[in-house]
């Protein structure tokens, strides 16, 4: 991602209509959903967090390393105050460190309407 430290960026995913579905298999992932978006960070270093869940406030806090939180919605907001410590995992896959530590970044994970 670029940019300088404490940026604010912000990143929207959208998911086609195999959510939660192994493409290579063609079976459903355990513990994940169609028509849901999973989002869990595995989290190295300390990072607050400000979540919403369709629309609406879930939580904000500070993670701490060690956690693996985890949530689901058809529409997960996530404001990550420290992008670079954290891994992030869509519907069960690793899409990496999302940006660099102390940096602000906002993602937001939608399923695609159809």
Not at 57 to 85: H, Y
Request: hydrophobic share 35%; net charge negative.
């Amino acid at each position: 991602v670029d940019g300088a430290a404490g940026e604010e960026n912000a990143l929207v995913i959208s998911n086609d209509s195999n959510s939660g579905v192994n493409s290579e298999h063609g079976a459903a992932e355990p513990g994940y959903r169609s028509g849901l978006k999973t989002i869990a960070l595995s989290v190295h270093s300390e990072c607050w967090v400000d979540v919403r869940i369709n629309g609406a406030f879930f939580e904000q806090r500070t993670l701490q390393p060690g956690e693996m939180p985890q949530w689901s919605g058809s529409n997960v907001e996530i404001i990550l105050g420290n992008a670079g410590g954290v891994t992030l995992f869509e519907d069960g896959q690793n899409k990496g460190i999302p940006g660099r530590e102390s940096q602000r970044l906002e993602l937001r994970f939608t399923v695609d309407d159809e």
